[in-house]
């Protein structure tokens, strides 16, 4: 291999030229715990001649500081940059390196064995085309390592290196190596892979790792780095149907329009017919434009610019494919969820979903069942906690085109995203699309919501009251509704104690079901709107999530949140129904205010002070306000 640090500066841009022609494959090491995942990767980096004198000499410090290896340099010190890590000699989160042999560059990740990571092992397995799942000869086949294959499998990687590591521990005994890898391909059976490669090797001392060793007389296939150059290398996504997520509607004046985007499957000629989703215009390709001038063809990787021969309405998170090749469009899918969050997954709580630039509002609409990687046994869910996986319905609020994920790894592949926080929450592998979905349709009406309004000399709106039990809400909007009957209006009230006895008689008091009972009201709430109605909907509502989920079902300015701010104090002295009592009696189990939270409004369009005012006074409050924005 050329040494970079040996180059002279006019061999620097023949040196560039030879790296960036060479193919570049992305593999993970993953495994139990103390496997030896770091010090493999340090052990690739130093031995193909890749760290400069610095780095050596900051290695030296590092491992007399931190090391484990006694007088010899600590090579995982090169991946384990956390101080955590190098506290407790394991790898937390995931560290990505770049190394290159004479025929390939590469991107390694290191990912962590713990199962409280899981979610980082997840994230680093993504993009990757082959995993080095690591076993320690000593130890042989772990919980954790069956973990790591099923998601490996799960994540669409098909080719696997099962490094039987600490050759050295065991006198490189070959039954030893020949029953772990057994033991394991019996387990990988049902998981998929098209290959999986058993090497023998010592991280720590190099035995096979870069070439052979003699110390494996009796093993003839290739050492690690034989193995990574021979690995197939993303040919199979230029054999896909073409598929470009358009990332860019690219105008820079009047004579251009053109949609940029990386291509994630298949080839494109000038001339090609192609298909615009989810809106099914056709047009044909007349130029690819990129940075160094046009292309007669590009294929899966590169990033283009595409000119059409019509003007077709076009926006950020379209697909533009192959017109005889489309990709599936629904708002209904099976998937693979893997969830990612110390809050646990509630069905029915909204979402956002990002399928490459795509984003949308969704939602887990069931729990199918849970999935015991450690056992592959199925049992069932009604939520996920962190590191979970699961096959789950999902439901979004606007079609989208996807490829299912073992096909298609980009038009399958999606993450969630808290919409409060911003926080990536879960990731998901596309299956299927429900049937259903693609069953129901739309029937226009002709009577629509203004039309229903105008008959009622008002404007439809929901006023969302909110507080803790005994905060006063309900006896303010019935207070309120008899106002409106007074003067000609017409008004419905939604209250959760009457809800319950027939809507959503099914439901209980956990988590789960306060984010179904909310749903179903909201989408009641938005019919009521839709018929031109004042509604009035009392329900605690604890979580911010699901009033922010009410709140985008109708338009904007037709949902006002009124928080009726009672302390908790004030509320428990009424306590009209005695459920404070019970519940601190220990009668009662989540009991919002007691032992489970309420989240107060952070920016309501109405706050009552319901331990200040009477509710006739409050209720002249809305009145007014109904008067100011025109509802009334």
């Known amino acids: 291999m050329l040494d970079a640090t040996s180059l002279r500066p006019e061999d620097t841009e023949a040196y560039l030229l030879q790296q960036s022609d060479k193919e570049l494959l992305r593999f993970i090491t993953c495994g139990s715990v103390d496997d030896g995942k770091s010090t493999l990767i340090g052990r690739l980096l130093f031995d193909s001649k890749q760290l400069f004198e610095d780095q050596l000499a900051a290695l030296g410090q590092d491992s007399r500081r931190w090391g484990t290896t006694g007088e010899e340099m600590d090579l995982a010190l090169l991946v384990d940059g956390l101080a955590a890590e190098r506290e407790q000699g394991i790898t937390i989160d995931v560290a990505y390196r770049f190394f290159a042999s004479e025929k390939r560059k590469f991107i390694v990740a ?93 991280a720590l001392t190099g035995d096979n790792v870069i070439s052979a060793s003699d110390r494996t007389d009796w093993y003839e296939g290739p050492s690690l780095l034989e193995a990574l150059d021979t690995a197939r290398v993303g040919r199979e996504q230029e054999e896909l149907p073409f598929r470009l997520p358009v990332q860019w509607v690219n105008r820079p004046n009047l ?46 990787g590169q990033a283009v610019t595409l000119c059409l021969e019509d003007e077709v309405d076009i926006s950020r998170g379209d697909v533009i494919a192959a017109a005889d090749a489309r990709p599936e469009v629904t708002d209904q899918f099976a998937a693979h969820l893997v969830w990612m969050s110390d809050q646990p997954l509630l069905p029915g709580r909204k979402l956002l979903l990002q399928l490459g630039p795509k984003q949308v509002s969704a939602q887990v609409t069931e729990i199918k069942h849970a999935v015991n990687v450690n056992t592959m046994e199925h049992t069932a869910a009604k939520q996920l906690e962190l590191n979970e996986i699961a096959v789950c319905n999902v439901s979004t609020d606007q079609p989208i085109p996807f490829g299912p994920y073992k096909q298609e790894r980009e038009g399958g592949g999606f993450i969630l995203i808290d919409r409060i926080s911003n926080i990536t929450v879960g990731c ?143 509320c428990e002295a009424r306590d009209p129904k005695g459920l404070y009592r019970k519940a601190r009696a220990g009668q009662l189990a989540n009991f919002t205010g007691i032992d489970s939270p309420y989240e107060a409004p952070e920016a309501p369009e109405m706050r009552l002070p319901g331990a200040e005012e009477e509710p006739d006074a409050m209720a002249d409050r809305i009145i007014d306000e109904l008067r100011r924005r025109g509802v009334i």
Request: no cysteine.
């Open 255 to 300: 004579d251009f329009r053109g949609y940029s985007g990386t291509i994630t499957g298949g080839r494109i000629r000038p001339g090609d017919e192609i298909v615009v989703l989810p809106s099914a215009r056709t047009s044909k390709v007349e130029r690819i434009v990129t940075y160094d001038g046009e292309l007669d063809e590009a294929v899966a």
């Open 110 to 202: 290191d990912t962590p064995g713990h199962e409280q990571y899981t979610r980082n092992m997840v994230t680093g397995a993504s993009t990757a085309e082959l995993a080095v799942i690591l076993v320690d000869a000593r130890k042989g086949v772990l919980t954790q390592t069956r973990r790591h294959a099923f998601l490996v499998s799960l994540l669409g990687i098909r080719q696997v290196v099962l490094a039987v590591n600490k050759m050295d521990l065991v006198d490189f005994d070959r039954g030893r190596f020949e029953e772990i890898v057994s033991d394991f391909r019996q387990f990988a059976e049902g998981l998929g892979f098209e290959s999986i490669i058993g090497i023998p090797l010592s």
């Open 428 to 570: 998901g592998m596309i299956d299927f699309p429900l049937r259903r979905a693609s069953n129901v349709h739309w029937q226009e009406i002709a009577v629509d919501k203004q039309a229903r309004a105008a008959l009622k000399s008002q404007q439809p709106a929901i006023l969302w009251f909110t507080g803790l039990s005994g905060s006063g809400k309900s006896t303010v909007a019935n207070a309120l509704e008899k106002k409106l009957h007074l003067l000609g209006h017409h008004s419905y009230l939604l209250d959760g104690d009457n809800v319950r006895h027939g809507l959503n008689r099914d439901l209980g008091f956990t988590d789960v079901d306060r984010v179904e009972n909310i749903r179903r009201v909201a989408e009641t709430a938005k019919l009521f709107v839709d018929a031109g109605l004042i509604t009035l909907v009392s329900f605690i509502s604890p979580f911010r999530s699901e009033r922010r989920m009410a709140r985008d079902l109708v338009e904007d300015g037709e949902f006002i949140e009124v928080f009726v701010d009672t302390p908790l104090e004030i």
